[in-house]
């Protein structure tokens, strides 16, 4: 199996007839070059495998890189792979579960500010263990796009989660010869898609080596290497120069960061004057109460089961975006019964609420259905016992349980939304980003 650099390489030579092609492959083994040498955020202790800011009342594993193989294709072969160094998994999982531990030892969830601290200044790390527990049970469950979409009626989940990817593209107005960015891009599923849809040549960002690592090997096995690749980075400290990108686009990945002045401000930096920025968000609604403790368990629950410090409000991502110099051009929140075309979908969340009326489509989504998910719960709890799967996996199986029952209730009561549109712009003149969030 090739590494990245060498697929890239093999692309590039076979596109040298396109420049704007190879300019991409070149942009992102430039990135990937300048990646390795990105000061990490945090101070080492003297172990050097444990970080403890000098504000942070608790140590957190770091560089603690389960033991992984991005090219094995079945879910099982990449569990097995983990229980080679089943500590190493264990002291990931664990170290996740720590950093929401003094929000379950409250008597209630009134006061949860010292652990959004303590989840900000560890986001970085905290967003990559998760994405280290969780990756491969995402694609078993959900496939290789993480991400929700307006669910139109007589339409599969396939064809709704490629619909709502390239909507983006085309409010980007992408077309072949641009060069775009994805922000976040998991193992790559929208990337792809967007490659295919509009010929742009993409480039993806991710600071979870193994996502990124899965990514290259996919878009390599589906022919679009030369066009789609990803490398580790982080996106409040981005690895590319200034003005690079013809566009840029998030998808559900931006409410991972410490804040988010500092992603948006990134993304500005980037993006070549006159683009455009398009994103799907994770926000509360205007329905959220922060008092009512009924509502703050559901988010809090999303929160814990999604790597995210503290879910933002959307006044405050629109305030975000004007923040850091961005013209807001356009936003809907696209899971909002009174958002255009409402009347034509079904709810978003409808894939994790399940529906059972006998069809092949149904089957295809009962991974994702609450029956299917109690079977991937019951079969990863006898494989642990067993010795086959590492431990921990349980604890990651109920987490992820945990947080699609909450993400139900809180689209069922309209307080949250996975699917915030907007579609920002550069100014023509733009100077510099202001000064991001500490």
Known sequence: MMSFQETSNTATAESMSSGTTW???????RAA???ETVPVKVSMTAGGDLTKPANSQQVIPANLTPCQDPALNS???RLRKKNEDSVAHKRVVDGYMSLWAGDKAAADLSNTEAGVAERRVHSDVMTNMYYDMVTDLYEYGWGTSF??????????????????????????ELAPGMEVLDVGCGVGGPMREIARFSGAS???????????????ILAAKQGLASVAGAVKGDFERMPFPA???????AIEATCHARALENVYGEIFRVLKPGARFACYEWLTTDNYDENNMAHKKI?????EGNAISKLYTIPQCLAALRTVGFEVMDYADMADPATFLSEACNPWYETLKGTYVPSIENLTRLPMSPIGRVITDKAVTVLEWAGIVPAGTR???????????NLVAGGEVQIFTPMFFFLARKPEAAGAAPATAA
């Open 243 to 249: 003005d690079s990108f013809d566009g840029v686009y």
């Open 202 to 216: 993409i480039t993806g960002l991710n600071n979870n080596a193994y996502q990124a690592q899965r990514c290259n």
């Open 33 to 35: 070059a300048a990646a």
């Open 147 to 172: 991400h929700f979409a307006r669910m139109y009626k007589d339409s599969t989940f396939k064809e709704s989660i490629t619909r709502h990817e390239n909507y983006l593209a085309m409010r980007l």
């Open 75 to 77: 879910i099982l072969a």
């Open 395 to 405: 604890k990651v199986t109920a987490l992820l349980n945990d947080a699609a029952d």
């Open 23 to 29: 300019r991409a492959a070149s942009l992102r083994k």
């Open 299 to 303: 988010v809090h629950t999303i929160e």
